[in-house]
Nanobody
Framework: QVQLVESGGGLVQPGGSLRLSCAASGSISSNNLMGWYRQTPGKQREFVATISSGGSTNYADSVTDRFTISRDRAKNTVYLQMNSLKAEDTAVYYC??????????????WGQGTQVTVSS
């Protein structure tokens, strides 16, 4: 069974920084895509950033140049460094790991979510 445990959320003032962490445990293929998504009340979960097992990254336009995703393969952990935070970044942030089964169908695993609040 795969488990994702997130940490690092909290309250921060506009312009501040936070670092989210997500540790994955269990049987996970080393060939995976790790990422972060976020959701606010009444809205769909939205993409924030992903990083492949090879280190290729992808970001939503709204966070490019402010957020940085990274991973530690030895620890099976993904990070999201968030700088220059804005009120509109307030959301519950979810960690995601995507793998493919033997016929290449995607299988998604999700963390429990961590609240990030940007407010003065």
């Amino acid at each position: 069974q795969v488990q994702l445990v997130e940490s690092g959320g909290g309250l921060v003032q506009p312009g501040g920084s936070l670092r989210l962490s997500c540790a994955a445990s269990g049987s996970i293929s080393s060939n995976n895509l790790m990422g972060w998504y976020r959701q606010t009340p009444g809205k769909q979960r939205e993409f924030v950033a992903t990083i492949s097992s090879g280190g290729s990254t992808n970001y939503a336009d709204s966070v490019t140049d402010r957020f940085t995703i990274s991973r530690d393969r030895a620890k099976n952990t993904v990070y999201l460094q968030m700088n220059s935070l804005k009120a509109e970044d307030t959301a519950v942030y979810y960690c995601n790991v995507r793998v493919r089964d033997y016929v290449f169908r995607p299988i998604d695993y999700w963390g429990q979510g961590t609240q990030v609040t940007v407010s003065s």
